[in-house]
């Protein structure tokens, strides 16, 4: 299971894996907003959060905004908020992958 804030490429990963014959699952991350219990309950060897430099995150999430003509600041949590989100709690077993 793959899990992560948004743009941390959960699914590109999902992806390839999939190719590779890996069954997969991509659960993506809220700030604010608790996990889904099932994830919580799965064995944790078979979670893995993927994470990335919060910079990057928000200014691909910036960009991201700019493209879909939004506005970039409404839905970009600021870097403190980012270090603060669940993602940061998150206990897997297995070291995360930088995005």
Known sequence: MLTGVSRTSKTPL???L???GYKT???????????PR????????????????????TAMRRARARSMR???????????????????RCACSEPAVGA
């Open 14 to 16: 999902s992806m390839y």
């Open 18 to 20: 999939a190719q590779r």
């Open 25 to 35: 699952g991509n659960v993506p991350l809220v700030p604010g907003v608790d996990p």
């Open 38 to 57: 099932q994830l919580l309950d799965l064995n944790p060897r078979k979670v893995f959060g993927l994470v990335g430099d919060v910079e990057n995150l």
């Open 70 to 88: 939004s506005d970039p600041s409404a839905n970009t949590p600021t870097p403190r908020r980012f270090r603060a989100s669940w993602t940061n």
